[in-house]
């Protein structure tokens, strides 16, 4: 398996900051935020057939924000009734493809190769991470999704080529099916890289003049 130079490079960081994450993540696993039971709830009646309802027949009120990860929790109410266990699981890997993802990003936008894994290190050591894995919501997801589009985003920038901005905006749409605001985001990123462009091309014009 040929595994990119800079997870080569930096093994012993990632062994390091994932044994750190997923210590956390036992530690905390038996946590649960209570807002993440509205989305199961949700999941639930939609399993039962009653639709996206708070109250099974009753009135399709859109009490969430989250439609993506009540759709992937719905698909665990298939296999379990109570799908807590796979919840958190699931969880935990957008945590561990988030320190990945963080990493990546790091290696494409820090020149200098002795802070490229640092960002991945500081992020693992918060005990907030490992407890937004585990607590249900989906908070991971949310974070996997807009890193790795905005990864794609800055190769985007560089290569110009159709399949990079493809999947940018594939994960884009991910982030927005993920929570709503996530659009917030995406229209911030787009946006002050604009505010940049026009300001390198304002710069380049009056150096131009001289």
């Not at 530690?27 to 099974?56: C, E, V």
């Not at 009135?59 to 919840?87: A, H, Q, R, T």
Request: hydrophobic share 50%.
């Amino acid at each position: 398996m040929n595994l990119p130079n800079y997870v080569k490079e930096n093994y012993k960081i990632i062994l390091i900051s994932t044994s750190i994450y997923l210590f956390y993540c036992v530690l905390f696993f038996n946590l649960t935020l209570d807002d993440s039971f509205i989305s199961l709830r949700y999941a639930r009646n939609l399993k039962n057939g009653f639709g996206l309802t708070w109250n099974p027949n009753g009135e399709k009120v859109e009490g969430y924000s989250n439609f993506l990860w009540i759709i992937i929790e719905f698909l665990f109410f298939l296999f379990s009734e109570d799908p807590l266990f796979l919840v958190k699981t699931i969880g935990i890997i957008f945590g561990l493809f988030t320190l990945f993802i963080t990493l990546k990003i790091s290696h494409q936008m820090i020149r200098t190769r002795s802070f490229q894994n640092k960002p991945m290190l500081m992020i693992s050591i918060l005990p907030a991470w490992g407890y937004y894995a585990v607590s249900g919501l989906e908070t991971m997801m949310f974070i996997a999704f807009l890193l790795e589009g905005y990864y794609y985003f800055n190769k985007y920038k560089k290569t110009k080529r159709t399949n990079d901005l493809c999947i940018c905006s594939f994960f884009f749409l991910l982030v927005s099916l993920t929570r709503i605001d996530g659009i917030i985001f995406i229209v911030g990123i787009f946006g002050i890289d604009l505010i940049l462009n026009i300001k390198n091309r304002k710069e380049i014009k009056d150096l131009s003049k001289f």
